[in-house]
């Protein structure tokens, strides 16, 4: 009867590890469809900040770097995550601004952040860096 109950309780552990696992497993992957939808809407964000802050007379001037920005942000250097954070400051304080670029601003320092911290190295820290460094700036 020992050995049974034995038997028993290291089968019924196995298959309750084994089902651990494989629900491991699954939540891995619908973590990884979060994430990528995170990333997903912080991406588009961020590029359509960039395209309603785009102009032709170029009055805030940061087209070019908003250019850049949408080409490819990852390929952007800390001195122009500085520059382009900067100018959003500016124009995030400046209270003569139509309400629609005030959010444009604030949504690409948002979507600007957040793209640091997940794809830079030492994500979090320049992201801290890039804040402390737009409000000396500005």
Known sequence: MGEVALTWILGVYGAWMLANS???YWMKWDLKKIRIAVELFIRKNGEGAAF???S??????LDELLDKYRAGHHDLSIQDWI???TI?????NDKT???DELLAANNLMASMLAEL????TGGFVRA???AIETKKAA
């Not at 959003?88 to 995030?92: K, S, V």
């Open 83 to 85: 520059k382009l954070s």
């Open 88 to 92: 959003c400051e500016r124009i995030r």
């Open 52 to 54: 309603i802050l785009h």
């Open 117 to 120: 911290v997940l794809h830079k």
């Open 128 to 130: 801290v860096n890039l």
């Open 56 to 61: 032709p007379t170029d009055h805030f001037g």
């Open 97 to 99: 601004i139509p309400q």
């Open 22 to 24: 494989g629900m491991i």
